[in-house]
C-alpha cells in the first residue's frame, strides 16, 4: 500500500481530509516541543523535515494541532 493509498483510506473512514494531514504535523510538533517540557526524551529530527516544517500549517495549525511554533529557544 502507498503512502497515497493509506492515507486516502483514512481519510474515507474518519471523513477528514485535513485530519490525516494534522496527525504527523502534530506529531512532529510534540517531537520538537515536549522534551524541553519534560514530556519526552528528545529524538532526532531530518534537516529536510525541519526545513520544511513550517510549510505544512503556516502560523496557523492545522487540524487541531494548534500553531506551529518550534522548540523554545
Do not use: K, N
Amino acid at each position: 500500500m502507498t503512502f497515497e493509498e493509506y492515507a486516502a483510506s483514512i481519510a474515507a473512514s474518519i471523513g477528514d481530509d485535513l485530519m490525516v494531514i494534522g496527525m504527523p504535523v502534530g506529531a512532529l510538533r510534540r517531537l520538537l516541543v515536549h522534551p524541553a517540557q519534560g514530556f519526552m526524551i528528545e529524538r532526532p529530527v531530518p534537516d529536510e523535515v525541519e526545513a520544511r516544517r513550517g510549510r505544512a500549517s503556516p502560523g496557523q495549525g492545522l487540524a487541531g494541532t494548534g500553531p506551529t511554533v518550534g522548540p523554545p529557544r
